[in-house]
């Protein structure tokens, strides 16, 4: 996908604001039907970058995390967000049986995390980006 050149370089982020910050200025760069994966261990910020990204798109309120409902879909912003957490998807019969395939193309944005749990192919216009913990409590965010 062409907008990656535009992203910015590895970001060190002090706290769950700057996190949450990162995720709003990379917005204008991603174009609707855009399917992010996010990829990380538990707590590294992934929901904290979606929470950013919501926010930057007008959602107002609190953005609860998918991990038990799977995908939430986040209305009420300028474009559609879906939230996904694969994390408890245990195989492709899992995935199938949701019906989420066709999801995958959409008229918004659709942020995965776990994305590693998915077993199909992803479309094209998808972009990977990775949050590492470090030792101070930051994290390292990058774009792959």
């Not at 979606?50 to 879909?73: D, K, M």
């Not at 999801?103 to 918004?108: A, D, E, I, P, S």
Request: with cysteine; aromatic share 8%; hydrophobic share 40%.
């Amino acid at each position: 996908m062409t907008t990656s050149a535009k992203l910015s370089p590895d970001t060190i982020c002090a706290d769950a604001t700057a996190t949450r910050a990162h995720a709003a200025r990379h917005l204008p760069l991603l174009p609707a039907g855009t399917i992010l994966r996010l990829h990380g261990p538990l707590g590294a910020g992934k929901s904290e970058w979606v929470r950013g990204l919501a926010h930057a798109l007008g959602v107002l309120g609190e953005i609860p995390s998918p991990t038990f409902t799977l995908c939430q879909p986040i209305h009420g912003g300028r474009l559609l967000l879906e939230h996904w957490d694969l994390y408890r998807l245990e195989n492709a019969r899992d995935w199938i049986s949701l019906g989420w395939p066709d999801c995958l193309y959409t008229v918004g944005l659709v942020a995965v995390e776990w994305p590693e749990r998915y077993p199909g192919p992803w479309p094209a216009q998808t972009l990977d980006l990775t949050l590492t913990p470090q030792s101070d409590g930051s994290r390292l965010l990058s774009w792959t």
